[in-house]
């Protein structure tokens, strides 16, 4: 490509700019202790700052401690959680990403087994290995499924205080360092409980109507961007579609998108589903970049930038969703899994960087001569 891929073309987002559009999804690893970020995290983290990533999410972090939904979870409800996160934030910007954080609450889809254990609610046999359940709070006492934990309904005199550790933890993360937050509303945790007519049927001021069951999404909202410095970059992620009947829909995201961005949400991250089981896309068979059209959508009406994700896989077709006007931000997570340097190949397939500039010192001079020395080698991402 002659011109400057738009995917490589830094983005200034209030006083943060990225180096590129290439954003790392928040990825739950669920190998925490009591909520704190080890070396694994380090590691893990750290190679997609490495691999040339403009913003690099760390996973899901709950803000209270009731708000995980496995005991791997990450966590943000004490201030000794900050030194573990800020050793990951300050590796991740030495590498010249940014870090985001992710605020989450789990709901009723908490007192969760590690995906390795079954993925199911914690039984018997997690208690024996030292997992015990704790009482989970959702909107309405709704389960996932059968045989699933009931969840309490949060009485409206505890929200306010609900709120607010969603604010505290805005303020630990700023702690640790952190140059973006994004607050969890999908995939069925406490907030999208609250969104979706599915999961609430309360007949408070925050059920009822799309604007009441908005209403807890949009004071967490308010509290943390309140908490959170004017010129740091907040994001929202949301399910766009429930995927479910009567569940909430793209006409919703678009009236809760305009709402987020006058409350000063930069960036509205759009995924889907997860209303019900434990899965965190819409049922049915998923196509590359099945959630673009909501991205689209909803920058074009709510007229906010959007961050889209899903089975985006090829750095041309990433650069097409941005060409097209589709998106601000791409979101990848498990292809980085596969290649965590998945930005750095994207520069070369997309003509920018043909002798390995763009890598690491550590790395670039490497390859560098294995390229040069032996007419073999194929990139693992070709065009």
Same mark, same amino acid.
């Given at each position: 490509?002659?011109?400057?891929?738009?995917?490589?073309?830094?983005?200034?987002?209030?006083?943060?700019?990225?180096?590129?559009?290439?954003?790392?999804?928040?990825? %739950?690893?669920?190998?925490?202790?009591?909520?704190?970020?080890?070396?694994?995290?380090?590691?893990?983290?750290?190679?997609?700052?490495?691999? &040339?990533?403009?913003?690099?999410? $760390?996973?899901?972090? !709950?803000?209270?401690?009731?708000?995980?939904?496995?005991? &791997?979870? /990450?966590?943000?409800?004490?201030?000794?959680?900050?030194?573990?996160?800020?050793?990951?934030?300050?590796?991740?910007?030495?590498?010249?990403?940014?870090?985001?954080?992710?605020?989450?609450? /789990?709901?009723?889809? =908490?007192?969760?087994?590690? +995906?390795?254990?079954?993925?199911?609610?914690?039984?018997?046999?997690?208690?024996?290995?030292?997992?015990?359940?704790?009482?989970?709070?959702?909107?309405? +006492?709704? +389960?996932? *499924?059968?045989?699933?934990?009931?969840?309490?309904?949060?009485?409206?005199?505890?929200?306010? /205080?609900?709120?607010? $550790?969603?604010?505290?933890? =805005?303020?630990?993360?700023? =702690?640790?360092?952190? *140059?973006?937050?994004?607050?969890?509303?999908?995939?069925?945790?406490?907030?999208?409980?609250?969104?979706?007519?599915?999961?609430?049927?309360?007949?408070?001021?925050?059920?009822?109507?799309?604007?009441?069951?908005?209403?807890?999404?949009?004071?967490? $909202?308010?509290?943390?961007? &309140?908490?959170?410095?004017? *010129?740091?970059?907040?994001?929202?992620?949301?399910?766009?579609? *429930?995927?479910?009947?009567? &569940?909430?829909?793209?006409?919703?995201?678009?009236?809760?998108?305009?709402?987020?961005?006058?409350?000063?949400?930069?960036?509205?991250? %759009?995924?889907?589903?997860?209303?019900?089981?434990?899965? $965190?896309?819409?049922?049915?068979?998923?196509?590359?970049?099945?959630?673009?059209?909501?991205?689209?959508?909803?920058?074009?009406?709510?007229?906010?930038?959007?961050? !889209?994700?899903?089975? #985006?896989?090829?750095?041309?077709?990433?650069? =097409?969703?941005?060409?097209?006007?589709?998106?601000?931000?791409?979101? #990848?997570?498990?292809?980085?899994?596969?290649?965590?340097?998945?930005?750095?190949?994207? /520069?070369?397939?997309?003509?920018?960087?043909?002798?390995?500039?763009?890598? @690491?010192?550590?790395?670039?001079?490497?390859?560098?001569?294995?390229?040069?020395?032996?007419?073999?080698?194929? @990139? +693992?991402?070709?065009?």
């Amino acid at each position: 490509m002659h011109e400057r891929p738009l995917l490589l073309t830094p983005l200034q987002i209030r006083a943060l700019t990225l180096r590129n559009r290439i954003v790392i999804s928040p990825m %739950c690893q669920y190998s925490a202790e009591e909520g704190m970020l080890s070396d694994w995290h380090v590691a893990h983290l750290g190679q997609f700052a490495m691999g &040339g990533a403009g913003l690099v999410f $760390t996973e899901a972090s !709950a803000v209270e401690r009731r708000g995980r939904i496995t005991h &791997g979870d /990450a966590g943000l409800w004490s201030d000794g959680h900050i030194e573990p996160f800020r050793r990951v934030v300050n590796f991740i910007k030495s590498q010249g990403a940014a870090a985001g954080i992710q605020l989450a609450h /789990a709901g009723r889809k =908490a007192s969760m087994q590690r +995906p390795w254990h079954g993925n199911a609610p914690l039984n018997r046999t997690d208690a024996e290995r030292g997992d015990e359940p704790w009482e989970i709070v959702g909107a309405s +006492p709704i +389960p996932v *499924d059968e045989g699933w934990l009931v969840p309490r309904e949060i009485p409206t005199g505890e929200l306010p /205080a609900l709120i607010e $550790t969603f604010a505290d933890a =805005a303020g630990r993360a700023l =702690a640790a360092g952190a *140059d973006v937050i994004e607050i969890h509303g999908a995939h069925g945790y406490l907030i999208a409980s609250f969104l979706s007519p599915v999961t609430n049927r309360r007949s408070d001021r925050y059920g009822g109507d799309r604007q009441g069951r908005m209403r807890f999404a949009l004071e967490i $909202t308010e509290a943390v961007r &309140g908490a959170w410095p004017d *010129d740091k970059p907040l994001f929202f992620r949301i399910s766009a579609i *429930d995927g479910a009947e009567n &569940g909430w829909n793209l006409d919703d995201s678009v009236a809760l998108a305009r709402a987020l961005r006058a409350l000063g949400v930069d960036v509205v991250d %759009c995924s889907s589903g997860g209303i019900a089981g434990a899965a $965190t896309a819409a049922a049915g068979k998923r196509q590359p970049g099945f959630q673009v059209p909501f991205a689209d959508r909803i920058r074009r009406e709510a007229e906010v930038m959007t961050q !889209a994700v899903g089975l #985006i896989t090829h750095p041309l077709q990433a650069e =097409a969703i941005l060409r097209e006007d589709r998106a601000d931000l791409i979101a #990848i997570g498990r292809e980085a899994l596969e290649y965590p340097h998945w930005p750095l190949h994207a /520069a070369e397939v997309l003509g920018s960087d043909a002798g390995y500039r763009a890598w @690491p010192k550590q790395y670039g001079w490497w390859l560098e001569r294995r390229a040069a020395s032996s007419e073999f080698y194929r @990139p +693992p991402i070709e065009e």
